[in-house]
C-alpha cells in the first residue's frame, strides 16, 4: 500500500475523491491537508470533516488546516460552480464526530515526509499553496517523497477558468511553479483528461442512483450545481471529476493508458496567461523534462473505480 496525504480544497469532485482515496486497496490515507480553493476556507474543512463522517472513518483520517489564500494574495473562490456550500447547496448537517487538528497542514506534510522517508506519496488536488510552502519551509523533503500526483494545469487544451488557465494554477501559479521545479517525481494529470475521460452522463448518473446507496445519494446531491454548470459554461454532457481520476490513477497506474515526459512550466506573468501550464510536448525548450503527463485513460475502469466506492458507502 502507497501511504498517501490528501491536499484537497474540499468541494464537490474533491469529496468523491476522499471517497475514491479510501475505498483503494492501494492507498492508506495518513490524513487530509486543506488547501484555499473552491469555496471559503473553513466550509472546505467542515466539507472535508463531514465527508470522512459520511464515509465512517471521523477519528480515524485527521484533517489539518493549511493556507486559505494563494502565496501571491487573495483568490476568489467559485461557488457558482460547486455552490456555497460547495456541496451542491445540500446544506448537509454539520460533522459531529472530530473537529480538525491543531496542526497546521505544512508541518503534518513535513513530518509525515521524515517519518515515511521514501514511502511518501503526495495527492494534490487543490491550489498548491501548501506542497510549495512545505518544501520552502523544508527543502529536504523533496528526496523523501516517493511521488506527487497533481489535478492541474492543462496540456496544450482548454483551461477552465481562462481559456489560458485551469483553476488550481490559476489559484496559486507561483506555488505551482516552485513544485514544478523542486526535483520532485511528478505525475500531472491536466483539466483536458477530465472533459474527454471523467465525465459522468446521464446514463452513469442513472446507475449510480441505481446503486441505492448512501454514497449514491450523496454523489447525486453534490453534483446538483455543477452538472447545470458544465452545460452552460464547459458545454459538457455530464458532471467532471477530475479530483477522482487523479486519485484512482494513483491506487491504479492501469487507469492512466499513456503518458510521457515533458519539460512543464507555469507562467506567473502572462497578462492574459497567467497560470498557463506550459507543456513542451515537442521539446522546443531544450529543456530537461521533469514532469509525467498523463495523456490517455481507460475509462471504464476509471469510471468503475468511483462507482464502486459509491457502492461501498452504505
Ligand atoms: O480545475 C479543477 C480543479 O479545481 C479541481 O480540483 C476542483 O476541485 C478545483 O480545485
Ligand atoms: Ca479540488
Redesign the pocket.
Known sequence: MKKVILD??T????TL?ILTVLDSPELELLGLTIAG??VQFEQQVENALYTLEIAGVSGKVPVYKGHAQAMMGDHQT?EE??GDDGMGNAYFPKAVQRAEEDKHAVDFIIEQAHKHPGELTLLA???LTNIAMALLKDPSIVKKIEHLYI??GTNNAL???TPAA????L?DPEAAKIVMHAGLPITMVG?EM?TRYSVMTEEDHRQVRELGTKGATFFTDINKVVEQFNTDVHRLPGT?H??SL?VAIAGNPKIMTDSHRYYVDVETKGELTRGYSLVDVNGRLGKEPNVHVCEMVDVRLFKDTLLNALKNIT
Open positions: 484537497t480544497d468541494a464537490g469532485d474533491d475523491a480553493g473552491n467559485v460552480v460547486h488536488i487543490a491550489p489535478m492541474g483551461g477552465n477558468v485551469e483553476f488550481n494554477f489559484v483539466w477530465a467532471t477530475p479530483d487523479l
